[in-house]
Structures are given as C-alpha cells and as structure tokens.
C-alpha cells in the first residue's frame, strides 16, 4: 500500500486508528479456548468487528512467537485473513528488528515478501545499513524507533548527542538513507509536548504513535502537535480495544471502544 492510499483510506473512514492485535491466551474470552485456533478465531472476531473503524491492524510479533510454531501459523492466518478480506486495510508488523544488512535483508524478505505486510518496525540502533535492506521494497514502509512510550525511554533516547537529544539525531540522519520517502517512525503518545520538535524535523513523515488509552497518552495532545499537512498520524490502541471485554460480548465491546476514538478522529479531522 502507498502513503496516498493511505491517506485516501483515513479521509474516508475519518480516522487514523490502527488497532494492536497483542493476544494473550490468558486474557482472551475462555469459550474461545476450546477451538483449533483461540488466536486466530479472536483476530478473526476483533477484525470484522472493527475494520470499519480503523485504518491499520497491528499485530505485536512477540505475542505469536511466545506460543512457538502455533503462534506463528496463527500470525499467517491473521495476515492472510486481512489481506483476503480487508485489502484496504494497512497492516503493520510489529516486529522491532534490525542486524546486520543481510540478516535485515531476511527480516525484510520475511515479513514483505512470505507474510506480505504492508509495514514492519524495527530499531536504528545499528544504523543506516541495518535499516536501508527494508526501505528497498517497494510500496512497503519501515517504521522506525524515534521516541518510544516507555519509562526506560530516558535512558538513551533523549540524552544530548551533538548539542541535540538523540532522537532528534536519528530522525535528522535517517532522512538521507537511500529510499527515505518510505520511513515512518514510533513516536509515543505519552511524550506529546515533544510532537512539536519532531514535526519541525520531519514535517510530513507518517508518526505510529503507541499508548493512547491504557498507557495514558491523550488524543487530543497528539494531535495538537502531531497532524501533519497529510495528516501524518497512525494513533495505535491495543488493550483498551482488544480487552474491553473477555466475554462473550468482547467483539460488540471492542467494537464501542473503537468507535470513541474513531468518532473523536473524525471530529479533529472536520475541524482541519
């Protein structure tokens, strides 16, 4: 998927949610346990309820991993389901990688080519040729970590390097990386007041921004900071939707907790 059918996605549906699908056995409902595949059949149930709603789906890698070669074929059918069903929906491969060039070439090949998500994270910690292998393909993105919602984000992310905060460094230097264009970045919604600096670096990049709900983040902050011309915003929530309910009910729940956000998007975006 490009960025301008992206765009054209969020105008329609007046919203940029992107929805974490990070499933957990112990959290989903238990009725759901007793079929072949608890994962899936929960994707399947959040996805129809909701796809309306959002623009993205985000499935979190470790939450598949975790459960071993199940989990991995429960990721496939996810994937495939959103690929088949809902091919205008823009799926995102929350996968954090990132080595060496031709390991990240693998990683790359893994997630673009086998699974076919449309985007994948992955870290800079390594660098320009860690990160380039994934900007090769085309009409795919790389979302890159900027500034993370976490409390450890401190430890690193925003000590001074040449006179500036080193996430300011990895925006200002990734912008030279052959194939740029398809770099969006990981901007956590708990460091809104930093929305402002990061747009003046990046002015119209697409920004996946975590920890809306569960981890404090406010919508409206965000966006305050954070709307680019393009819009420019992919606003992440995962438990707050996922979990609302672990009944019978969790997918009509879901459902309503996706349709808040969405209701409030579409206000901000009349607004603009």
Not at 83 to 102: H, L, Q, S, V
Request: charged fraction near 20%; charge should be negative.
């Amino acid at each position: 998927m490009t960025t301008q059918e992206l765009i054209v996605q969020i105008k329609k549906k007046k919203s940029f949610l992107c929805i974490g699908l990070d499933v957990d056995l112990e959290k989903i409902p238990s009725h759901l346990l007793a079929a072949e595949d608890p994962i899936f059949e929960f994707n399947k149930s959040i996805i129809d309820a909701t796809h309306h709603l959002c623009v993205a789906f985000k499935p979190n890698t470790a939450f598949y991993e975790a459960y071993g070669i199940k989990g991995w074929n429960s990721l496939n059918k996810t994937i495939a389901y959103l690929n088949n069903e809902y091919p205008e929906i823009f799926t995102i491969a929350d996968a954090k990688r990132g080595d060496i060039g031709n390991t990240s070439t693998m990683y790359a090949k893994a997630f673009f080519e086998d699974l076919e998500f449309d985007a994948v994270t992955v870290a800079p910690y390594m660098g320009k040729d860690s990160v380039e292998p994934f900007l090769a393909f085309k009409s795919k993105h790389t979302i890159m970590l900027a500034l993370t919602s976490n409390e450890g984000a401190f430890n690193f992310q925003t000590l001074s390097v040449h006179g500036h905060e080193l996430y300011k460094e990895v925006l200002q230097v990734s912008k030279a990386w052959k194939n740029s264009e398809n770099l969006m970045y990981v901007v956590g919604a708990t460091k809104a007041e930093y929305f402002k600096e990061i747009r003046k670096i990046v002015p119209n990049a697409f920004l996946l921004v975590p920890g809306i709900g569960a981890q404090g983040g406010n919508l409206q902050d965000v966006c305050k900071y954070g709307l680019s011309e393009n819009i420019g915003l992919l606003v992440n929530s995962s438990r707050g939707i996922i979990y609302a309910s672990n009944e019978k009910d969790f997918a009509h729940k879901a459902t309503l907790k996706a349709m808040e956000l969405q209701q409030q998007m579409a206000t901000i975006l009349d607004a603009i």
